[in-house]
């Protein structure tokens, strides 16, 4: 069996930070997880539509709660520690933006991730991962099995709030924000 051999040690959020303000990483999707460096899988359509269809509905549903926050696809999200990942969608309050490029790790108040071909990396190690930066909540929409699957209450790199999966057809109610609740 082969294994997987680590060449360069855990690169840090500032030097990932360097590396992509010099232009390394020109051309490519890329996040920092666990200090490695990944490179993004392409988007196919059925992943692209229902990143689109809970971006709208997200943002309706905020506007609705009568909250001023943003929602972005494929931002950066600054936890640190080597956790720098471009989630498929971020709710977060921008008057908590402090003037970052990045959207810190306080700002956010949803991240969801789309899995088309991930969902097992996203309802693995990318959550706990959240879960370790102390993210409220997080969704993973299985793009296959057409449902979301909300998490809430980090702690110790797990989350102790896991809702059964929800159509995506259904109404999507923030578990830390019932207020918002998105319908596609």
Same mark, same amino acid.
């Given at each position: 069996m082969n294994a997987l051999v680590q060449a360069h040690p855990p690169f840090t959020s500032d030097e990932f930070y360097r590396m992509a303000d010099r232009g390394?990483?020109?051309g490519f999707r890329v996040e920092l997880r666990r200090g490695m460096i990944l490179k993004m899988s392409p988007q196919h359509v059925p992943h692209a539509r229902v990143k689109s269809d809970l971006q709208h509905a997200l943002e309706r549903a905020i506007k609705a709660?009568?909250?001023?926050?943003e929602v972005l696809t494929?931002?950066?999200v600054s936890f640190g520690g080597g956790f720098e !990942?471009? =989630?498929d969608i971020t709710v977060f309050d921008p008057a908590l933006l402090g003037g970052a490029r990045t959207i810190p790790a306080a700002a956010v108040k949803l991240v969801v991730e789309v899995s088309e071909t991930t969902l097992a990396d996203d309802l693995g190690e990318k959550r706990?991962?959240?879960?370790e930066g102390g993210l409220a909540e997080y969704w993973v929409a299985d793009v296959q099995a057409r449902t979301v699957i909300p998490?809430?209450?980090p702690k110790?790199?797990?989350?102790?709030n896991e809702a059964a999966?929800?159509?995506?057809?259904? !109404?999507? =109610?923030?578990?830390t924000q019932p207020a918002v609740s998105a319908r596609v």
């Open positions: 390394a990483f020109a709660a009568g909250l001023g926050w494929e931002a950066t !990942p471009m =989630a706990e991962d959240y879960a998490h809430s209450q110790d790199g797990a989350y102790l999966p929800v159509p995506i057809s259904e !109404p999507l =109610a923030m578990l």
